[in-house]
Nanobody, 123 residues
Framework: VQLQAFGGGLVQAGGSLRLSCAAS????????MGWYRQAPGKEREFVAA????????SYADSVKGRFTVSRDAAKNTVYLQMESLKPEDTAVYYC?????????????????WGRGTLVTVSS
C-alpha cells in the first residue's frame, strides 16, 4: 500500500490547515489510518487515528479539541483538520496505516508509512 500525504505548508499561529492522505489500495474495515509527526530534534509521536469501519477516533492529548481526523472510504482517504495551530505543532506529519486499531500510537506497529508533509506554524 502506498500512502500519499498532501496539505502541509506555512501558517500563522491560530490558523488552520487540512492534511489529506490517499491510499493506493482499499482500506480494510478493521484497519486504522492515522497521523504521526516529528518535530526537529524530537522523536516521532502519535497525533490522531481513525478506525475505518466505524470512524472511532483517538487523539494525542496535545491536539484534543483542536485537531479532527476523518475519512472518506470511497476515496480511500484520511484527513486531519488542524485548527488553532501553535508553533509547537511545527513538524513533519506522516500518514500511517495500522492493521489493528489497538495498535495506534505504537510506532513499531505501523504497517505502512507515507511520505511526510511539512507543517510550519509561525508565531
Amino acid at each position: 500500500v502506498q500512502l500519499q500525504a498532501f496539505g502541509g505548508g506555512l501558517v500563522q499561529a491560530g490558523g488552520s490547515l487540512r492534511l489529506s492522505c490517499a491510499a493506493s489500495e482499499p482500506i480494510f474495515s478493521n484497519d486504522a489510518m492515522g497521523w504521526y509527526r516529528q518535530a526537529p530534534g524530537k522523536e516521532r509521536e502519535f497525533v490522531a487515528a481513525i478506525r475505518w469501519r466505524d470512524k472511532r477516533a483517538s487523539y494525542a492529548d496535545s491536539v484534543k479539541g483542536r485537531f479532527t481526523v476523518s475519512r472518506d472510504a470511497a476515496k480511500n482517504t484520511v484527513y486531519l483538520q488542524m485548527e488553532s495551530l501553535k508553533p509547537e505543532d511545527t513538524a513533519v506529519y506522516y500518514c500511517a496505516k495500522h492493521s489493528d486499531f489497538w495498535d495506534i500510537g505504537r510506532i513499531n506497529r505501523v504497517a505502512y508509512w507515507g511520505r511526510g508533509t511539512l507543517v510550519t506554524v509561525s508565531s
